[in-house]
């Protein structure tokens, strides 16, 4: 297991970069990532693996609701996907590549790596490659377990998180299953805290634990209560209470 850095709770982190809620400034682009900057805010985004294997900066699996036209991640080539305007911006769907290169280590990154079943071989490894290539504080997370049980092999060294939320019984267990798998730190969602698990890696494992997705000051109070750090939007956390 990577230990987890300390700058991944130093600074709240800014979810899909630094947006507006996509009025004029949309999620997971080099816009928004550019506003962090300029913010000293940490950046959480996300990649799915394009159709000739390459990482691309996007949330959704499917493009209408970003893009405005029909289809998947998956089914585009990174060129093709660079070519879409988000929400009818000047901005497009970035590549890894392209993102890493703009920030260029000013401010940590904390990638979350979105996985298609039967669609997203080799997407761990290749945000691995690009990473270990990196001069920057960057680290990965996923919610999907089988992407997880590969960061030790495909992307070795490079800090490593489970997304995670619930309440339930058996929503519980399954994260406390991967624990297994060399985790480093976990992002709840916010709205499930406190529980067990999250109680459990903190206490008695002394893991960072973040939150998702912080949007106004009771849930800056419930992060500061139950965990470490949060990742936000819509705010400016810098004049939030976090008591």
């Not at 093709?80 to 890894?96: K, Q, S």
């Not at 680290?139 to 089988?146: E, G, K, P, R, T």
């Not at 590969?150 to 490593?160: E, L, M, R, W």
């Not at 297994?180 to 709205?191: N, T």
């Amino acid at each position: 297991m990577t230990p987890a850095p300390s700058w991944l709770t130093a600074r709240p982190i800014a979810h899909r970069g630094y947006h507006d809620l996509n009025k004029t400034r949309w999620e997971n682009t080099l816009s928004a990532f550019s506003a962090a900057v300029d913010n000293n805010f940490a950046i959480e985004c996300d990649v799915h693996l394009s159709s000739d294997g390459v990482p691309v900066v996007f949330h959704d699996d499917d493009l209408k609701r970003l893009a405005g036209v029909e289809g998947y991640v998956w089914q585009r080539t990174a060129a093709e996907m660079g070519a879409l305007r988000i929400g009818g911006t000047d901005d497009h769907a970035p590549t890894l590549d392209e993102m890493l290169a703009f920030v260029s280590g000013r401010v940590p990154l904390v990638i979350e790596l979105k996985g298609t079943p039967g669609k997203d071989d080799g997407l761990v490894a290749a945000v691995g490659e690009r990473l270990a290539r990196y001069d920057g504080p960057a680290a990965i997370m996923s919610f999907d377990h089988w992407l997880i049980r590969d960061f030790a092999s495909k992307a070795p060294g490079i800090p490593a998180g489970l997304t995670a939320w619930g309440d339930k019984n058996h929503e519980l267990e399954a994260h406390f299953s991967m624990l297994a798998h060399g985790i480093s730190f976990v992002s709840y969602g916010v709205v499930h805290l406190p529980n067990r698990f999250v109680s459990f890696v903190r206490d008695k494992l002394s893991m960072p634990v973040i939150t998702w997705t912080v949007r106004d000051h009771a849930a800056v109070r419930t992060t500061f209560d139950y965990a470490d750090q949060m990742t936000f939007e819509g705010f400016d956390p810098d004049s939030a209470p976090t008591a």
